[in-house]
C-alpha cells in the first residue's frame, strides 16, 4: 500500500507541476497580451486544478502511510523528517487554497484581463509555495 501510494504521489507530482506550469504561462501571456479570456484558458486552467487537488488527495493518504509523514511529526530537529512531515504538507495545502481562490475568483469576474491577472497571481504564488517545499532529495 505504502509504496504503491508513494509510486503515485512521485509520479502524480510531474502532471500536476507540469498543468500548473502551463496555467501560469497561459495566465502571464494572456495577461500581457490584452488577449480575450476563451473556454480553452479556462480549460487550461481547470486542469491544473484538477491535477493539483488530486496530488493532495495522494498526498493525504500518503501521509498517513508513509514512514516520513504523519509518524515523524514529532521529531523537528531533524530537518529532513520537519520537511516531509510538516513543511512539505503544509505549504503545499496553503499553495493550494490559494489555486482553489484563484479558480473561484475568476468565475465573477467578466473582464478578460482580469480573469488573466486573477490566475497568473493565485496560480504563480501556488507554484512558487509548492516548488519551494518540494523534497528534492527524495524526487531525485
Ligand atoms: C501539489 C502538491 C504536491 C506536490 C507537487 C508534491 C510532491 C511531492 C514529491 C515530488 C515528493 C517526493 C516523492 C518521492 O519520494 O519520490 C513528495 C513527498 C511527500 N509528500 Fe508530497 N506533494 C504535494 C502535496 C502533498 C500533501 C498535501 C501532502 C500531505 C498532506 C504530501 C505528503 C507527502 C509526504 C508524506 C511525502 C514523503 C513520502 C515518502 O517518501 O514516504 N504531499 N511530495
Redesign the pocket.
Known sequence: M?HFI??L??G??YL??LL?LIAVVNAILGFTSKKDFTAKDRKIALFALI??HT??L???I??FV????LSVLGQMSNADYRL??LE??LI??I??ALITIGWSKHKKLINSEAKFKTFAIFYGLGLVL?LSR???K??F
Open positions: 505504502y508513494q509510486k504521489h512521485s502524480w507530482a500536476a507541476l500548473l491535477g493539483t496530488q493532495l495522494i498526498g493525504l500518503l501521509y508513509s514512514p516520513l509523514g516531509t512531515s512539505h504538507p503545499n495545502l499553495a493550494i509548492i518540494i523534497p528534492w527524495l524526487w
